[in-house]
């Protein structure tokens, strides 16, 4: 089995893949202090919980943007699995071309999802990961990596709103009645989600404007499918969409 793992700054996602086939997937919070111990027994909890042996992972591949905890990762995959890791970066055999000013500056989770996004849909994309921050991605027809965008997460924006202005609590995530709120929590709601999906649609369509010819839009993320419902831009919701990348990732490399 391959383990990939999708670490963020606000989230890790591990995925098992028997092949092509991603058989399970867990979302946990980020913590930099673990150690490779500490991994370990999370792993071992998480597969056991599925009468799984962490004895069949044979491989593993990483799509990091925290660096503090490549180290231990690392030495999760040589101490306990024996086995010799795939830390994605721009240097990574991916297929993907990265026409940019300075490739070295783009996150492994950016590359991950494009190769995914062009593999499975094709054509001129777009693709909207709504993580700690929200990015765009551009990606043309034969493999090209172009560049994006890059935004204040949807999680943050809304933690540093309830920080900041003492009046306002923490509200659930679920669909204002309109858009127009009638009450504080409503507004939150409103500003929160039909804000963001405007926002996608705003970027798209400027994007739009500087690629050779009209792009899919794929969501991916945490909040892909909320978000979603609040945009007129987004064609296809894969919120598997850097699990996959990864799992292509590593075939082409072994």
Known sequence: ????????????????????????????????????DEYMVLLRTLME???LDIAAIDGMIVASVVPSVNFNLRKLA?????????????????????????????????IVNAI?????YGGTLIVVDFGTATTFDCVLEDARYIGGAI??????????????????SSIAMVKPPSVIGRNTAQALRSGMQW?????????????????????????TGGLAQTIAGFSDSIDHVDV??????????????N
Not at 83 to 107: C, Q
Not at 116 to 120: E, L
């Open 1 to 36: 089995m391959l383990l990939a793992l999708d670490c963020g700054n606000t989230h890790m996602v591990i995925g098992l893949f028997e092949g092509e086939q991603l058989k399970y997937s867990w979302r946990l919070s980020s913590e930099d202090k673990k150690t490779e």
């Open 49 to 51: 919980a599925h009468s």
């Open 78 to 110: 040589e101490k306990h699995l024996h086995i010799e890791p795939i830390f994605v970066n721009y240097r990574t055999k991916s297929g993907l071309k990265i026409d940019m000013e300075n490739p070295a500056e783009v996150g492994a989770d950016r």
């Open 116 to 120: 995914a996004a062009h593999h499975i």
């Open 151 to 168: 935004c204040p997460g949807i999680e943050i924006s809304q933690r540093a709103l309830f920080t900041y202005a003492s009046q306002l």
């Open 195 to 219: 804000g963001y999906g405007g926002q996608v649609d705003a970027l798209v369509r400027r994007m739009s404007l500087e690629l050779p010819s009209q792009p899919q839009v794929i969501a």
């Open 240 to 253: 598997d969409l850097t699990l996959k990348g990864l799992q292509m990732i590593y075939a082409i490399n």
